[in-house]
């Protein structure tokens, strides 16, 4: 028998106390005794009078609430979210340490010192609102409002609570605080994203039909200059549209670059080789007024990207660094090899890696956040109108992002810019940039082409083109007609030149069948834009040659030589 606790009243007249007794089965039983010592008036006798009762189980239920309750203060101390009690008008009775620190605070205690939560609401409405709720169901679920940490910097909190009865029948609140200032920054982003995504297919769409109508007013333009002779009054506006041409084909380009609709014609290429080829260009490009450096790491890796984009990217940072430093400065411009972990690119949802950097930085202007914010947006600029398109960075954002890099943008107004460019590094064995320049291509010697095209005037153009340069050319308007065309021509049909869209048969179905009865047949195929997901992507994995529309009679009679002449 163990006491536990007793107690006697001093005059003897009542006792109380607790023993615990070990069962004959081995367990234990709480017992408590109380009576009373009832004395004769001497004094000298007495005889008590007392009781004993079994308070085990209350014993047991009282040790299982205080469990509860350690339980359940702990789960509110450790809570990953902030969780507070007030009273109606607003005071602070109780927080969790997640919710002092969520808002700045050293400690739950320095947040309870301030006494009431109305003044940490940033509008003022907002609380009146909740109250409102509260008033109206006694509760609120998923309730976002802004407050103010203890430096004042707001926070977007989501809040759900219940009224409840405090100590001595006082009503209040007990509620669950949850920050939600990152997701909205990810929402955000995400919105942002999608926004562009949408423009650029909408952009590749309207490319496509335009590169046909381009490829018209180049083919027609090149026609009339040769019949015209450049001593004809007509030649000079000829010339003009052909200009107009080549200007609205260059901005299709960039439409196609930034939807990241384009071919690209990946090769092995070093991004240090590429800088100083192109430096004597940026000097002349930046101005006298403007000093370039380039601080080249040695042995730089390799990557695996189509070298006359490469080029672009940098010319368009070159451009947007010049015009950020109206009166001069410095750009730098660096490359680095590079080793990301997962968590390194995961706002940019990309992977780890080796990866090759180009860094590009001005002492210019410099950006603040609202217009880092629209950056990469399709023809958003800063620049006066008529000084630039808004297309420069929507380019390199979508040349870097379909060649599988990343672009990252440092700036702060006054501070100057600072653009990383992060191509994956190249490990298989590509194709390399061929370094020095090319030989001239055999003139052409009487090859019988099969020219395919859905759309008449840009077959009536290629037609004429190579017709004018000693080819033989076969036409047809569908890949069906095509396959009859073929069927019934006794000659060797050297070179097929289609189109890859067209209705019923795409180009490169027509391609497949026509090899099958014709082995040795060459293939080139053209296309007025590219995406991933059509038949174009096939056609890049396989390595066929293939030709952007709009292009000109140059280049379409030299990617004819090369595709002929090719082992």
Known sequence: ????????????????????????????????DRGYILRAPDGRAARMIGAMSDITVRKQAEAGIR???????????????????????????????????????????????????????????????????????????????????????????????????HAAGERGF????????????????????????????????????????????????????????????????????HKAAESAAALTRQLLAFSRKQVLQPQVLNLNATVARMQSLLER??????????????????????????????LNLAVNARDAMPSGGRLTIGTA?????SADLARQRGGAGEYVRVAMSDTGLGMDESVRARLFEPFFTTKERGKGTGLGLATVYGVVRQSGGFVWVESE?????????????????????????????????????????????VRAIARRLLLGHGYRVLEARAGDEALGLAARFDGAIHLLLTDVVMPGMSGL???????A????????????????????????????????????????????RDVLESP
């Open 285 to 314: 490009l930046i101005g006298a007024h403007t000093t370039l450096v380039t601080q080249l790491a040695p042995s730089l890796h390799d990557v695996y990207a189509d070298p006359g984009q490469v080029e672009q990217v940098i």
């Open 509 to 515: 179905e027509l391609a497949r069948r026509l090899r």
């Open 517 to 560: 009865a014709r082995p040795v047949i060459r293939v080139l195929v053209m296309s007025g834009y590219a995406d991933a997901g059509s038949p174009v992507g096939d056609v890049r994995d396989a390595g066929a040659p293939f030709l952007q529309k709009p292009f000109t009679r140059d280049t379409l009679l030299e990617k004819v």
């Open 413 to 457: 107004p006054g501070r100057g810019t600072t653009f990383k460019i992060d191509f994956p590094r190249a490990h298989q064995e590509k194709p390399r940039a061929a370094d020095g320049p090319r030989p001239s291509a055999p003139a052409p010697s009487g090859e019988t082409v099969l020219l395919v095209e859905d759309m008449p005037e």
């Open 174 to 241: 007990e509620v669950i605080v949850e920050d939600v200032t990152k997701r909205h920054a990810l929402e955000e982003q995400l919105r942002h994203a999608q926004k562009i995504e949408a423009v650029g297919q909408l952009a590749g769409g309207v490319a496509h039909d335009f590169n046909n109508l381009l490829m018209v007013i180049f083919g027609c333009s090149e026609l009339a200059l040769e019949k015209l002779g450049s001593a004809h009054p007509a030649s000079a506006d000829v010339a003009e549209i």
């Open 67 to 165: 469990t509860s309750e350690a339980r359940y203060r702990a789960l509110v101390q450790h809570a990953t979210y902030g969780i507070y009690r007030s009273t109606m008008d607003g005071r602070i009775l109780d927080v969790n340490p997640a919710l002092s620190t969520m808002l700045g605070y050293a400690s739950p205690a320095e947040l309870v010192a301030t006494q009431n939560f109305k003044n940490i609401y940033v509008n003022p409405e907002d609380r009146s609102r909740l109250l409102e709720q509260f008033a109206g169901t006694g509760m609120i679920a998923g309730a976002e409002v802004t407050w103010k940490r203890k430096d004042g910097t707001p926070v977007t909190v989501c809040l759900s609570g219940r009224v409840v009865e």
């Open 337 to 341: 090899n590079m080793v990301f972990e």
């Open 1 to 32: 028998m163990t006491s536990i606790h007793g107690a006697i009243e001093a005059d003897g007249q009542a006792w109380s106390d607790e023993y615990r007794f070990k069962r004959a089965d081995g367990s234990y039983a709480d017992i408590l």
